[in-house]
Nanobody, 127 residues
Framework: VQLVESGGGLVKAGGSLRLSCAAS??????????IAWFRQAPGKEREGVSC????????YYADSVQGRFTISSDNAKNTVYLQMNSLKLEDTAVYYC???????????????????WGQGTQVTVSS
């Protein structure tokens, strides 16, 4: 099972992008897993951006993206989205989606708690 991100690209500051995270292979049903988006900029640690919990649908956002990014899921399509609006230069990074059985997630923003990862998609915000 592999998670596959798409939707990254080059956008001007203030613009929008929508990232998608889908599962390839069978047996991975998104409504059984907590799915999170992380990002990693050059020279920086991977940071949690947003998360949607399959336990109760609770949604979390990092302070830096609160009010600008929206995470959502379409269980029929087995896909999780990250709508990114009002993009800033500092949002430039490789974005990854990650999945984990909810029982094993105590801190949604901790990358080490996730077993399943995608290959990442580059988001570049220009001035």
């Amino acid at each position: 099972v592999q998670l596959v991100e798409s939707g990254g690209g080059l956008v001007k500051a203030g613009g929008s992008l929508r990232l998608s995270c889908a599962a390839s292979g069978s047996g991975f049903t998104f409504d059984d897993y907590t799915i999170a988006w992380f990002r990693q900029a050059p020279g920086k640690e991977r940071e949690g951006v947003s998360c949607i919990s399959s336990l109760d649908g609770t949604i979390y956002y990092a302070d830096s993206v609160q009010g600008r990014f929206t995470i959502s899921s379409d269980n029929a399509k087995n896909t999780v989205y990250l709508q990114m609006n009002s993009l800033k230069l500092e949002d430039t990074a490789v974005y990854y989606c990650a999945g984990q059985i909810p029982f094993y997630v105590s801190s949604w923003y901790e990358a080490l708690e996730y077993d399943y990862w995608g290959q990442g998609t580059q988001v570049t915000v220009s001035s």
